[in-house]
């Protein structure tokens, strides 16, 4: 970036000078194009800075998009066991029409909380952009939805949220509210395929419909 942006003064700084001297206006013919080229490298190293900071998640003013994520706790901490259940986020964003809306999940979370249930909810790391502009973290979602920090994740970028949500089932030996099947998920995580252990859901007529939630009967195939 520095050696274009020389180039551009010294060749601005010829350039004046051509001008200005009547026994140098030879060296306009020189001058002027060099401004120009370097002009042009200048534009071409600024858009290239432009799209390393794009790729890293940094903005321009410095900032970025994503911050760096400290050492996390498991979702839920580390309290007692209560009747917890998993909601798969980036899958219920969409059970409206297909389009993503936090307030469809708002729905789903409040009727697992009247079902007695204590939901935890997973988002992909582009959450934010489906519903906004920019990236939303999990304190900020975690207020948008009325529940505590430490029960809503949003996975690092470039992670898929899908082995986040079925380690957390598993550790906590509970099921996952989803409409999605983890096909390419069932040899990691067989109980995948167990009936009642994906909870499937919607809306219909504006009306939130959702599966079952209590555990299957033990023995059940």
């Known amino acids: 970036m520095i050696v274009p942006v020389l180039l551009f003064v010294l060749s601005v700084w010829g350039l004046a000078v051509a001008l200005a001297v009547p026994d140098l206006n030879d060296f306009v013919m020189l001058a002027g194009p060099c401004a120009a080229a370097s002009f042009f490298l200048v534009l071409r190293a600024l858009r290239w800075r432009a799209q390393d900071r794009r790729a890293t998640g940094d903005r321009l003013d410095g900032r970025r998009d994503e911050p760096p994520r400290p050492p996390r706790k498991a979702l839920f901490g ?60 999990d304190a ?18 470039g992670e ?26 069932a040899e990691a995580h067989p109980r995948v395929q167990e009936p009642g252990y994906l909870i499937r859901g919607g809306m219909r007529d504006g009306q939130l419909w959702l599966n079952d939630t209590r555990p299957a009967p033990q023995g059940r195939n």
């Open 78 to 137: 580390a309290g007692r066991a209560q009747k917890h259940i998993i909601v798969d986020g980036s899958n219920v964003l969409h059970w409206n029409a297909n389009q993503p809306d936090l307030e469809t999940v708002r729905l789903v979370v409040a009727e697992l909380v009247q079902r007695g249930l204590t939901p935890g909810v997973i988002f992909d790391a582009n959450v934010g952009y489906k519903i906004g502009d920019r990236y939303q973290d």
């Open 160 to 185: 898929p949220a899908d082995d986040y949500i079925l380690r957390a089932a598993d550790r906590l030996g509970t099921r996952v509210v989803t409409n999605d099947r983890y096909r390419d998920w």
């Open 140 to 157: 900020e979602l975690a207020g948008r939805l009325g529940l505590p920090a430490d029960r809503v994740l949003v996975v690092p970028k």
